[in-house]
């Protein structure tokens, strides 16, 4: 049977995606304008682009927020695999599996204040350490989500033909185990590393005086309309799109689907 | 194995989830101190008629939100779960997902550069010359759920869509056949069947509209404020922190019950066996 | 053969590059046991599906009692499928699932719940109507799929590999058990299989399929005693082949000899093959004459032979390296493998095998 004919619903897709892309797109478009304002074009132009590159706040936030994102990436899969591997292997319990989610559930201003009024507490001073912190706490729950979908779908009985074959139990960790799961890994971390970077609330509340990229973004948007934004923004979508793609490369999952009922001609 | 992962959870999410709990029971002192001595006069203030019409004009604006994302996301995931070839089925979702990886403040910003008054928007109407005054498309409610319904309906369509894949097209094919027009094997086979998906994308949804801080701020430019700005500006501006953390702990109760309404839909349709 | 319920007439359906039926017409008639027999990507759940609404045609129409069903939608179609996958509504009790066309169909309360209960005895399922389908065993899901259908009272019934999804010995007992149920409710059933032994044991009639063309029409005892072509031939039970030439009036077969045969128009000098079945073989002693009707008689060596219970399966090959399946009762002599013997084809148990079109 060939898949269903749908007119309408075709044509609603093609809508849905130009209100999706359509935004977006204009901002790339405007990236390259020569014109200060978005209703007028005065031709194809890189001085936005010289400007954010000579900008150092901008420049200095990226930085920043690279090495916050590199950190609570190494920290969200550090605990994230562990805790993958303990709820996979070492426990049945439904609290726990349904636990790891949580994290995930909590509103991203209730985990800033919660932290901003913790660190105040202890004094600990905001910065570039706490916005790390703040980001593995939720890191750690997508981690652990995604290392846990792929030890799943692992066939243990790898694991014990490894054994029997006389290779103990840590040599096979890393020789079998690891390398199958890795791809997973690899995933979580992209996913992790793409989202901290785009973190906004729980890293304004946690950063104190320190300027992350959205910040910094943010900023630029509250004061002042300028088309340098485009400019940041275009750069920006570039290196989200490259990232995401690679995760998908990645992790997509690999052999045929199976095939569904009402498929292909009798 | 647990233990890295959940001492880490314990000091950076129990402790200060408790540590906020505590707070807005503590007055609030000059100069943003917290006066250690309990006290109900913060949840007092937080239940006069001005915090709670902010609060619940964020769990409407929300709800509306998500609303919206359940209409127009349905459709789209029933197109991609009905493709016949797997390669398309997962386009379209990766094509679905890219924006949602994208900076959520840049696509927001994206709305002001469309809507404002010298924006593409007002610009196109009046060069067709359908207005010669621009319009104010900025600044009200309606661009706020604009932005948060632009900002999360890729989380709305990856449950859904996920459910809606998930059902053996035959069974759908057989309500048809046993006599069920379009709306009623609609209305009796699949909303039944995608109920796990429908909840788990209106959570998803929900959640982060209902805390929500730039899309309010930028697009609503403070005439249309949610409950995340509310705290905002008592943690960062009015520095009346056992306030603030009254404010979010009535956040947290509303998605508590909310969560308890979740399991409670989940379970009265968990019964559903898997067909073979 | 009383009227026909459903008439196909030259239908065509393409999905892209895969041509899926190619020009098919077809008559079903009242209360007849129909089955579609092919193997899989022949046409013959795209004509099912054709029948039930959930497929259009390209070219030709599909008549149910004479009226053209058009482009009518499934839910408007007096006709009713039990699908490959049962495909039962995992949400709902067996009782709702049966009462679930009836509920469309608005009929009153009262009567559901009566047809209900007569179909649920009818399939035997009283007992199970309030558990829900994740409950129930393969058999049991089977048979509430039917009594779904067949409550409805269809004029045809459509069966998409009824019994694909049972093991060997429930489909077996199945088999039987539709072909039963079919005699007790009285309607018209059109079952898609791949597996022609199933075909044989249930069906009145079978129209064999193959690249979406029908290639013959027939009793399961026709089909298999008077296949149309080599493909008929070859998929309905085992069927020794021999190559052969078309005579004027029969077909010669080197270097054996040459007889009379109706070659069903075939040209002289074209090439012929010519079948016969394993159980019609006649093995003889080496040295033995063949018996009086005999067509050909030709040496062979005893290869692999099987007891097995009820009859014994002997393979020889002759000196032209073909091998010939035999199959003779139990009571029959076991033959030494490796002992030489002449294989002996009675002229009336030869069929001669057209190419086919397909």
């Known amino acids: 049977m060939g898949e269903p004919r749908r007119p309408l619903l075709a044509a609603y897709m093609g809508a849905l995606f130009a209100f999706l892309y359509l935004p977006i797109a204009i901002l790339v478009v405007l990236s390259f304008n020569d014109s200060k304002l978005a209703t007028v074009w005065r031709g194809f132009s890189l001085r936005w682009y010289e400007e954010l590159f000579r900008d150092t706040e901008v420049l200095l936030s990226i930085r920043t927020t690279l090495v916050i994102a590199i950190a609570a990436t190494l920290l969200s899969i550090l605990f994230g695999t562990l805790l993958a591997f303990g709820i996979e292997r070492h426990t049945r319990s439904p609290a726990l599996e349904n636990g790891i989610y949580l994290p995930l559930l909590i509103p991203d201003v209730v985990t800033g204040i919660g932290l901003l009024s913790f660190f105040a507490t202890i004094s600990l001073p905001l910065g570039t350490t706490t916005v790390i912190i703040a980001h593995s706490v939720w890191g750690t729950a997508f981690a652990a989500a995604i290392v846990r979908t792929r030890l799943r779908g692992f066939d243990r009985s790898v694991e014990e033909a490894s054994l029997d074959l006389g290779v103990r139990e840590v040599p096979t960790f890393l020789r079998i185990t690891l390398p199958a799961i890795s791809p997973g890994i690899i995933a979580a971390a992209l996913v992790v590393f793409t989202l901290s970077i785009d973190e906004f609330i729980i890293a304004y509340f946690t950063a104190g005086q320190t300027v992350t990229f959205p910040i910094q973004v943010y900023s630029m948007i509250r004061f002042g309309v300028t088309p340098e934004i485009n400019a940041v923004a275009t750069v920006m979508l570039l290196f989200s799109m490259a990232l995401i793609v690679g995760a998908y490369l990645i992790a997509r999952p690999r052999g045929p689907r199976a095939a569904r009922p009402g498929e292909g001609p009798a | 194995m647990l233990a890295p992962a959940l001492v880490w959870w314990a000091i950076f999410l129990a402790l200060p989830m408790g540590l906020v709990l505590a707070t807005a029971f503590f007055k609030g002192g000059a100069y943003g101190a917290i006066i250690y001595e309990p006290t109900l006069r913060n949840l007092e203030r937080a239940l006069d008629p001005l915090y709670v019409g902010v609060l619940w004009h964020s769990v409407w604006l929300a709800m509306l939100t998500t609303a919206i994302c359940l209409v127009l996301g349905y459709p789209a995931a029933v197109y991609i779960a009905t493709r016949a070839s797997a390669r398309t089925r997962t386009l379209l979702l990766v094509l679905v997902i890219l924006p949602f990886w994208t900076n959520f403040l840049i696509r927001t910003y994206a709305w002001i550069v469309l809507l404002n008054r010298e924006g593409v928007v007002n610009g196109a109407l009046e060069g067709l010359g359908i207005v010669d005054e621009p319009l104010s498309l900025l600044y009200n409610d309606a661009a706020v759920v604009l932005g948060l319904v632009y900002g999360y309906l890729p989380l709305m369509i990856l449950p859904l869509y996920a459910a809606i894949e998930r059902i053996n097209p035959e069974v759908l094919e057989a309500a048809t056949d046993l006599g069920a027009r379009p709306l009623r094997a609609l209305r009796t086979v699949m909303l039944p069947l995608i109920i796990p998906g429908i909840v788990a994308g209106c959570v998803f949804v929900f959640v982060p509209s209902l805390g929500n801080i730039p899309v309010p701020e930028l697009l609503g430019g403070g005439r249309s404020e949610m409950i995340g700005n509310l705290i905002n500006r008592q943690f960062l501006t009015t520095r009346d922190w056992p306030f603030g953390s009254m404010l979010v702990l009535a956040l947290m109760v509303l998605l508590m019950a909310l969560l308890v309404l979740q399991s409670f839909v989940l379970r009265r349709s968990r019964q559903v066996g898997v067909d073979g | ?358």
């Open chain 3, 1 to 358: 053969m009383s009227h026909a319920v459903i008439a196909i007439e030259g239908a065509r359906k393409r999905f892209g590059e895969t041509i899926a039926l190619d020009g098919v017409s077809l008559e079903i008639a009242e209360g007849e046991f129909f089955a579609l027999l092919g193997p899989s990507g022949c046409g013959k759940t795209t004509l099912l599906r054709a029948i039930g609404g959930f497929a259009g045609l390209d070219q030709g129409r599909i008549l149910l009692d004479g009226a053209d069903l058009g482009r009518s939608r499934p839910y408007e179609r007096p006709v009713n499928m039990m699908f490959q996958s049962y495909a039962l509504f995992p949400h709902m009790r067996v009782r709702d699932n049966v009462a679930y066309g009836l509920r469309a169909e608005r009929l009153p309360r009262d009567e559901i719940d009566a047809r209900v209960d007569e179909v649920l005895g009818v399939v035997g399922l009283h007992d199970l109507a309030d558990r829900r389908p994740g409950q129930l065993s393969g058999g049991q899901r089977q048979r509430v799929a039917l009594a779904r259908a067949i409550v409805k009272r269809p004029r045809v019934l459509l069966l998409d590999e009824p019994l694909a999804a049972l093991d060997r010995q429930l489909r077996q007992e199945m088999q039987i058990e539709l072909k039963r149920l079919q005699h007790e409710v009285g309607l018209t059933f059109v079952v898609v299989t791949h597996d022609q032994e199933e075909a044989m044991t249930m069906a009145d009639r079978i129209a064999v399929m193959r690249s979406g063309r029908i290639l013959q029409v027939a009793t399961p005892r026709d089909l298999y005693r008077h296949p149309a072509d080599r493909f008929v031939a070859s998929f309905i039970g085992t069927m020794n082949i021999l190559d052969g030439v078309a005579t004027a009036d029969g077909v010669r077969l080197d270097p054996v000899g040459e007889v009379r045969l109706e070659a069903f128009g075939a040209a002289p000098g074209a090439p012929l093959a010519v079948g016969i079945r394993p159980d019609d073989v006649i093995l003889l002693d080496a040295d033995a004459p063949p018996p009086p009707g005999t067509a050909f008689a030709f040496p062979a060596q005893v290869e692999t032979t099987v007891f097995a219970g009820s009859q014994i399966h002997t393979l020889v090959r002759d000196t032209q390296g073909r091998a010939f399946a035999a199959t003779a009762g139990a009571g029959g002599e076991q033959r030494r493998e490796g002992s030489a013997c002449v294989v002996a084809l009675p002229l009336a148990a030869l069929v001669a095998l057209p190419e086919g079109s397909a």
